[in-house]
């Protein structure tokens, strides 16, 4: 059981204040979960101080510390939303409520849902905070998830891979992201996990050595270049990201460089191109394998340069050279642009935060993207369900963007957007359906099925009957009422808003199809394996 000198212990810097709130939402939640257990047979508790021993870690601020604390409290039905507030405060509770309501959006392992339910998981988190509680509350539940009954460990451990995985990564923070795939990887496919376990053993074995003479030959070259401050490691890739590699490679191991690579962390921009020059002299670099992600950043804002050399004691090896800050970054992403005091002012430290570093301009481009669509949406819809206005930190990150990167760029960027007027709507399982704006159930019908949309009888939203040229509007639930009798008429063509339903209305008319190409889709992120 985490005790709570162990979560206190992280914070480092913390006032008096924060110290005893933390402790005090300890006692708090202890109290409150007492006598429930979890599958593992262990207090209920132990789940709510492993959470906020993460959340420290993250160099969260008290609130978000407590807020892990207490996070099931009020599901539970052990406190009132009333009591929290009164003990804790209006913002521990909003980010509670947040935590609670994410929790609602389950993935059911339709996989061509799952950008949608990310996207929608983002856009409903109202605090960037929200989100951090949520990926530290599932990395303790993966971690305990071999107690859970076994019918429901795959879909859990599926929705950690294709959506909160996934999510971390957007969101920079690798060190979440890599922990969450490796803790899921052996439930949702245990053949493969124990492959990608045996090459990464196998190929450790063979290079350990060598990797180890390679760095002390490299940490004495770097010292004679007059580099004293910095430390190198041996940093092992994730078994979920060898795994992809491993698929993209035909699972030819030989191909392979980067299972196990150097990393070295200097402290100046300038010091990284000096060690990469060092490395260079040192060692034959690959053709074409350099990356340079300090002038070039990943999408999520990560940062390094990345050298792929022959060295004669260990084959071929992948060198990372990087900052510091960089490093941070690298592990906590968004987080990292929270400091412990800065969050206690509030979100608009975040945005002042982004516009101090010249490359972050170019960062966090899945959030960039996201902005538009909401944009939209909060001018349409305002009532209580579904994302109904822009979450304030992602405002923060929009405003931040627009100064740093002129607005000519960002401007461009809004129209080019692939996911701008696009509205989130639910099928009555849950699901999430993303379509353009102003789609009818003409189109969900379509998007779900072509059959369901040719036997398309009637539509109910929110559980009334409406009629086929309805807008649908965010946070819709739309239930379709199927016939085998009903067939779509001419009419529906002028009411249907996606190509995918006008083709398949089209087609059921017997009227020829134009000839035209698939219309290729820009994809905005690559998924990519570092
Ligand atoms: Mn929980």
Redesign the pocket.
């Known amino acids: 059981m985490t005790s709570v000198k162990e979560i206190v212990g992280e914070m480092a810097g913390a006032s008096p204040e924060d110290i005893a709130f933390v402790e005090k939402a300890y006692e708090y939640s202890k109290k409150a979960h007492e006598g429930q257990l979890r599958y593992s047979g262990e207090p209920y508790f132990a ?2 101080a492993a ?1 906020a021993k993460v959340l420290a870690e993250y160099g969260m601020d008290a609130t978000t510390i407590a807020a892990g604390l207490l ?2 409290a009020v599901e539970d039905g052990r406190v009132s939303r009333a009591e929290m507030e009164k003990e804790f405060g209006k913002e521990l509770l909003f980010i509670v409520d947040g935590v609670t309501k994410l929790g609602t959006h389950k993935y059911r392992g339709a996989e061509r849902h799952a950008e949608s339910l990310r996207r929608l998981l983002v856009a409903t988190a109202s605090d960037i905070r929200v989100l951090i509680v949520k990926l530290a ?1 599932r990395k303790h ?1 993966m971690q305990t998830l071999e107690y859970v009954p076994e019918h429901k460990r795959r879909r859990i451990a599926l929705e950690t891979l294709e959506i909160y995985a996934p999510i971390a990564d957007r969101l920079g923070m690798g060190k979440m992201k890599s922990t969450l795939e490796d803790l899921a990887f052996p439930y949702v496919d245990p053949d493969a996990a124990t492959h990608a376990a045996e090459v990464r053993k196998l190929k450790t074995q063979e290079t350990e050595d060598g990797l180890a003479k390679v760095q002390k030959e490299l940490l004495r070259e770097l010292k004679a270049k007059g580099l004293t401050t910095f430390r190198s490691d041996i940093r092992m890739k994730g078994l979920w990201s060898l795994h992809q590699k491993l698929k993209r490679k035909n699972d030819d191991i030989s191909l392979i460089h980067d299972i196990a690579a150097l990393r070295i962390v200097v402290p100046t921009v300038e010091d990284c191109y000096t060690t990469l020059g060092t490395v260079h002299a040192l060692y034959k670099p690959l053709p074409g394998e350099f990356k340079d992600y300090i002038a070039f950043p990943k999408p999520n804002g990560y940062q390094s340069l990345h050298t792929t050399v022959v060295t004669p004691e260990a084959g071929i090896v992948e060198i990372q050279i990087r900052t510091e800050e960089m490093h941070r970054r690298a592990q906590f992403g968004i987080a990292s642009h929270m400091t412990y005091k800065q969050l206690g002012k509030g979100v608009e430290k975040l945005g002042k935060e982004v516009q101090k570093s010249r490359f972050s301009a170019i960062s966090f481009s899945w959030i960039r993207s996201l902005i538009p669509s909401l944009m939209k949406v909060s001018r349409k819809s305002d009532g209580p369900k579904g994302v109904t206005k822009v979450p304030p930190w992602l405002a923060e990150l929009a405003e931040a963007h627009t100064e740093v990167a002129g607005s000519e760029e960002f401007v461009e960027g809004l129209k080019e957007d692939f996911f701008s007027h696009r509205v989130f709507v639910f099928t009555p399982q849950g699901d999430v359906i993303d379509l353009p704006a102003q789609s009818t159930p003409i189109d969900f019908a379509y998007a779900i099925h072509s059959d369901l949309g040719d036997h398309l009888q009637g539509a109910k939203v929110n559980g009334k009957l409406v009629s086929f040229e309805t807008e649908l509007g965010n946070g819709d639930i739309v239930e379709i009422i199927r016939r085998d009798s009903a067939h779509p008429s001419q009419k529906w063509l002028e009411i249907a808003r996606t190509s995918l339903a006008r083709r398949h209305i089209r087609a059921t008319l017997g009227m020829t199809e134009p000839a035209k190409p698939p219309r290729t889709r820009r994809r905005f992120w690559k998924k990519k394996a570092a």
């Open positions: 789940h709510a959470t996070h099931d509350d539940n």
